[in-house]
């Protein structure tokens, strides 16, 4: 079965870096749109990366510049490099695959149909 497990997560400082990590285990891993999603408290879970299944990125306005996804085919690996954090950015991270092999990235919640426990990301001012 499906199973994609986060990790990597932590408390910072503002401008502090952080590296997530999401190991898939399951299916194909090269053949899906992979992404991170993130939830704060009280808000909505919206989408902060994708990358689909022949590399190509995409990121919201509020991380682009700062973050990169990539992943390590060989390994299964989803990562998300984050840089010159900021408050705001503080909020459950979560790895979520696309429902379709070989389908394009989206930028909506409901097109992902598995996602990982979550970890947790606090970045303090």
């Known amino acids: 079965q499906v199973q994609l497990v986060e990790s990597g997560g932590g408390s910072v400082q503002a401008g502090g870096s952080l590296r997530l990590s999401c190991a898939a285990s399951?299916?194909?891993?090269?053949?899906?749109?992979m992404a991170w999603f993130r939830q704060a408290p009280g808000k909505e879970r919206e989408r902060v990366a994708t990358?689909?299944?022949?590399?190509?990125?995409s990121y919201s306005d509020s991380v682009k510049g700062r973050f990169t996804i990539s992943q390590d085919n060989a390994k299964n690996t989803l990562h998300l490099e984050m840089n010159s954090l900021k408050p705001e950015d503080t909020a459950m991270y979560f790895c979520?695959?696309?429902?379709?092999?070989?389908?394009?990235?989206?930028?909506?919640?409901?097109?992902?149909?598995?996602w990982g426990q979550g970890t947790q990301v606090t970045v303090s001012s």
């Open positions: 979520a695959r696309g429902w379709r092999e070989w389908g394009l990235c989206s930028q909506k919640s409901a097109d992902f149909g598995y």
């Open positions: 990358i689909d299944n022949v590399g190509i990125t």
């Open positions: 399951g299916y194909t891993f090269s053949n899906y749109c």
